[in-house]
């Protein structure tokens, strides 16, 4: 499943195209940068397409320069939050 990714309050000294795309391929296999990401005509979020394993939990923060980024997803469906993974909420989480 392809879905935009947002890192809020990204740092502009990280808005390098290698950097971007590194993280999205930690997250999931990167697909391609948004076009004011690559940019830089952002400054509030960087996005990023990325094709997700719906098998694998979804990467929530990842560790920048020492400090939590965190990721937002856009339009994804129905969420588990304890688990992580698509297709149930925590609610009926069979973990």
Not at 6 to 33: C, D, S, W
Not at 42 to 54: M, P, Q, S
Not at 73 to 94: A, D, M, Q, R, V
Request: charged letters at 20%; glycine letters at 6%; a positive charge.
């Amino acid at each position: 499943m392809v879905v935009s990714i947002q890192l809020p309050a990204f740092p502009v000294h990280f808005y390098h195209k290698e950097i971007l795309l590194t993280l999205g391929n930690m997250i999931g296999r990167e697909i391609k940068l948004d076009f004011h990401t690559q940019h830089q005509q952002r400054a509030k979020f960087a996005r990023i397409a990325v094709e997700l394993d719906l098998s694998k939990p979804l990467v929530t923060r990842i560790r920048l320069d020492g400090k939590w980024q965190y990721i937002e997803y856009e339009n994804l469906p129905t969420c588990c939050f304890e688990c992580g993974k698509i297709g149930h909420t925590s609610l009926t989480c069979p973990s």
